[in-house]
């Protein structure tokens, strides 16, 4: 089996050695070169026909829900939502694939991506692409999405144009250019809408064998549209509440917040500043009381073996010190 060996640094990718308590100061040189930008992303040409059509289709399929409830397809609805929200996109698109914040076996790195592929957010090329160009000018002019540009704007309207502005490649080249190499994630990349087409089909007919028509419906528009829409507004959420309402543990160079909320619907991401103070954290929760459901799955992978050399630590010697527990 193929492992992960890109050994992460001693300390997080911001620039600073501020302390730790509420009151530190975080500088961060940011890159100047970070087009496009938001205005000029924003013209008719640069429209993501793809990108509208997807969500425009999931949103308008959310309407018979009403129609089509079971307890079933409620019940199915919520288990994958943790299942491709937490685990897909929380735990392997971001704190596995963008940041890195663990090392694991390359069988393990392919299945956390099929999962958050499953999230219906794109696939783990663009994904993690604007949320790494996201960290590398956040709220800043070329941040794919910062509420700079609107409310709106950075919960869903930045998605209806191309972050790439037209030329992916190179975008891809410049801000994945170890997922770009990695034929297995261009694979996920073409494989994206028949995956979704499988899968859907896939509980339709679960639902048409154990029920017939009418339960096999319910789980298309719950288990499928239903899930697919509640998990990208909960994802939204972080990238425009949690930059606009909420509390600061750290000061950043963005307008990151902690939002409580946002942490519950979208399973621990919403300790934001947390998040942008020590990006390659694997723990998001830093508070007692900053619960983080995906860092309980972390944990548990952690326990199994599947998971290991994972950052939970904001400097070397708090590394020490969480090492030393473990070992006791």
């Not at 500043?273 to 929760?285: E, I, L, Q, S």
Request: include cysteine; glycine fraction near 8%.
């Amino acid at each position: 089996m193929s492992t992960v060996t890109a050994t992460p640094p001693e300390t997080r990718p911001v620039k600073s050695t501020a302390p730790l308590d509420a009151n530190s100061t975080v500088k961060e040189s940011k890159q100047k070169d970070v087009g496009p930008t938001a205005e000029e992303r924003r013209r008719w040409g640069n429209v993501s026909m793809w990108a509208v059509g997807w969500l425009a289709l999931a949103h308008i399929v959310v309407l018979a829900a009403p129609f089509t409830f079971t307890w079933t397809g409620l019940i199915v609805m919520l288990g994958l939502h943790w299942f491709t929200g937490s685990l897909g996109i929380c735990l392997g698109y971001h704190r596995l694939l963008t940041h890195t914040g663990m090392k694991t076996y390359g069988w393990v790195r392919y299945l956390f991506a099929t999962i958050g592929t499953l999230a219906g957010e794109g696939s783990p090329l663009d994904w993690v692409a604007d949320h790494r160009k996201h960290h590398a000018c956040s709220d800043q002019e070329g941040d794919p999405h910062s509420p700079n540009e609107g409310g709106i704007w950075s919960h869903m309207f930045w998605l209806a144009f191309h972050t790439h502005n037209g030329e992916r490649k190179e975008y891809l080249q410049r801000w994945v250019p170890d997922l770009y190499k990695d034929r297995g994630m261009r694979v996920l990349d073409v494989l994206f809408l028949p995956i979704h087409i499988a899968f859907g089909a896939a509980l339709f007919a679960v639902g048409y064998l154990a029920s017939g028509v009418e339960l096999g419906t319910s789980l298309l528009v719950w288990g499928m549209f239903v899930r697919l829409v509640t998990v990208l507004h909960a994802t939204w959420l972080v990238n425009s509440a949690s930059h606009m309402w909420g509390y600061r543990n750290y000061e950043t160079t963005d307008d990151s917040r902690n939002n409580w909320l946002v942490a519950i619907v979208a399973y621990g991401e919403g300790w934001h500043n947390n998040h942008h103070a020590y990006p390659r954290m694997a723990k998001h929760g830093h508070k007692w009381w900053e619960f983080d459901i995906t860092w309980q799955a972390i944990r548990l992978l952690r326990a199994t073996g599947l998971v290991w050399d994972v950052v939970d630590y904001r400097n070397a010697a708090e590394k020490q010190e969480n090492f030393a527990k473990r070992a006791a």
